[in-house]
């Protein structure tokens, strides 16, 4: 007779359970995704580069209209809990103290992929598309561009437009300069 090994996947409340007591330590960069911990990819000066000025971007184009969180976590549900590089959230009095934002909570989520893009492209789109997180920018540091994804629909988004480094992008009526984000390394 033939058995089936299952796999154990973890929930949100035993992933920060972990965290309490150790198991995870505060310095290690994890995510919970579909009930699986990973590990996230080290973040090069380029990375961080793009991540704090687009963190700054978006600050000053919507002030105190949306919220917006960098490499935060965003609850989607008890068995993902992901940190995109940045997530632009509906205005709250008290910030999300009283818990993670979650799905309706969230505008968009960037994620910035020097290394990542294969698993951002096959992990991170199905999982967002399927919370009905309306947008979801992937900063392509390697291509040099901006994928803009929305209507989200299942697994996928139903529009998905690349932005090259001359391009202009419409968002949430304002408008950010390609340029202005993905960042070139001086000579």
């Known amino acids: 007779m033939v058995t089936e090994v299952a796999k154990r996947l973890i929930n949100v409340d035993e992933y920060y359970k972990m965290a309490e007591v150790g198991i995870l330590k505060p310095s290690d960069r994890v995510e919970l995704i579909h009930g699986d911990i990973y590990e996230m990819s080290p973040i090069g000066s380029r990375h961080a580069s793009i991540v704090n000025r687009l963190a700054k971007i978006l600050n000053n184009l919507f002030g105190e209209e949306m919220i917006i969180g ?7 549900n008890h068995k993902n809990e992901p940190e995109p590089d940045i997530s632009i959230l509906k ?15 969230t505008v968009a989520v960037i994620e910035v992929s020097d290394s990542s893009i294969k698993y951002d492209l096959e992990v991170k789109v199905p999982l967002y598309a399927s919370s009905g ?10 291509a040099n561009h901006i994928e803009v994804y929305s209507r989200p629909k299942g ?3 139903l529009e998905r437009t690349i932005y090259q480094l001359d391009d202009e992008i419409k968002f949430l009526n304002k408008s950010i300069q390609v340029k202005d984000v993905i960042t070139q390394p001086e000579s």
């Open 91 to 105: 205005p709250k009095s008290d910030y999300y103290v009283s818990a993670h934002p979650g799905p309706t909570d």
């Open 155 to 157: 697994l996928d988004y």
């Open 133 to 142: 997180i309306p947008h979801l920018w992937i900063v392509n540091i390697e």
């Open 70 to 76: 960098i490499q935060a976590p965003v609850r989607i």
